[in-house]
């Protein structure tokens, strides 16, 4: 694969695609907790607000990798793996209030 940059051509190889592809994955995984983050938190009645949640960049990564992880798994729709991977990094965050 070929990208420009500054109008030159650079070839990828097949790590650095992968490793674009994963990166563009993960932003799009955490913008979707945080677009979805208001109707989950009414699911899961989590004593956090949404505001709360939404700014702490660790928490919404780890939300993030859960859901990702439960729907590579194949176990779970993505509302599904959406809501458990937010239910899950509350409850970490529970556990370890300074881990997330």
Same mark, same amino acid.
Request: glycine share 4%; with cysteine; charged share 35%.
């Given at each position: 694969m070929?990208?420009?940059?500054?109008?030159?051509?650079?070839?990828?190889?097949?790590?650095?695609?992968? !490793?674009?592809?994963?990166? $563009?994955?993960? @932003?799009?995984?955490?913008?979707?907790?945080?677009?979805? +983050?208001?109707?989950?938190? &009414?699911?899961?009645?989590?004593?956090?607000?949404?505001y !709360?949640?939404?700014?702490? $960049?660790?928490? @919404?990564?780890?939300?993030?990798?859960?859901?990702?992880? +439960?729907?590579?798994?194949? &176990?779970?729709?993505?509302?599904?793996?959406?809501?458990?991977?937010?239910?899950?990094?509350?409850?970490?965050?529970?556990?370890?209030?300074?881990?997330?």
């Amino acid at each position: 694969m070929t990208i420009y940059r500054d109008s030159k051509p650079i070839e990828l190889t097949s790590k650095e695609r992968l !490793e674009a592809y994963q990166e $563009q994955q993960a @932003i799009y995984d955490c913008q979707n907790i945080k677009d979805n +983050l208001s109707w989950i938190l &009414d699911i899961v009645d989590a004593e956090y607000s949404e505001y !709360e949640l939404i700014e702490n $960049q660790n928490f @919404i990564d780890r939300a993030a990798r859960h859901s990702r992880e +439960l729907q590579d798994d194949g &176990d779970m729709s993505f509302t599904a793996a959406l809501t458990e991977g937010v239910r899950r990094s509350i409850r970490e965050m529970k556990f370890n209030p300074r881990g997330v």
